[in-house]
């Protein structure tokens, strides 16, 4: 039996009964089209790893703390305000994103495409990013664990404090 979610004025839209204790999972078209509303999205623990979300581009202000995205494309996708705390993006393709002011603590990011990506003021506190492209990435104003970037791939990268890296660039 489907569940059905009605989005009412100024109350949360809740998005494949985030309240479970176990993930959600989007399982067909109705639910992924649910992805793609602005603001007050709701999807806690969903797991949406390996899924094509380059249609679905505004997650912004969206809560999906402890989601999966692991090798997901969600290239271009505006996290802008989102909290994505304790989430899997391995492998994820995030060319171009937006996580200008997110919440990414203790994210993992281990070897996703960042390239292009913009995280201004964002919290990466804890984040895994081990074999991570932060090619063209802009950190500025983030707060992030410098130690955790020794295994990231670094090049024209601009740190939080304006600084650019070209420590990983081949030319």
Excluded: W
């Excluded at 067909?28 to 509303?37: S, V």
């Excluded at 203790?106 to 003021?121: E, K, P, S």
């Amino acid at each position: 039996m489907k569940n059905s979610v009605k989005p009412t004025i100024g109350l949360t839209l809740v998005f494949a009964m985030a309240m479970l204790t176990t993930p959600s999972l989007a399982s067909d078209a109705d639910d992924m089209a649910k992805l793609g509303h602005e603001g007050n999205l709701v999807c806690d623990y969903c797991d949406l790893s390996g899924e094509n979300l380059t249609t679905y581009t505004n997650f912004f202000k969206a809560s999906l703390r402890h989601a999966k995205f692991g090798n997901a494309t969600m290239n271009g996708m505006n996290m802008r305000g989102a909290d994505l705390e304790g989430s899997d993006l391995i492998h994820a393709k995030l060319k171009n994103a937006i996580f200008t002011q997110a919440i990414l603590k203790n994210v993992d990011f281990r070897n996703a495409d960042l390239t292009g990506a913009t995280f201004g003021g964002a919290d990466l506190t804890g984040a895994r990013v081990d074999g991570a492209n932060f090619t063209n990435v802009n950190l500025t104003g983030a707060t992030i664990d410098e130690d955790s970037f020794t295994h990231a791939i670094v090049c024209r990268t601009t740190a939080p404090n304006g600084e650019i890296s070209t420590r990983d660039c081949d030319d």
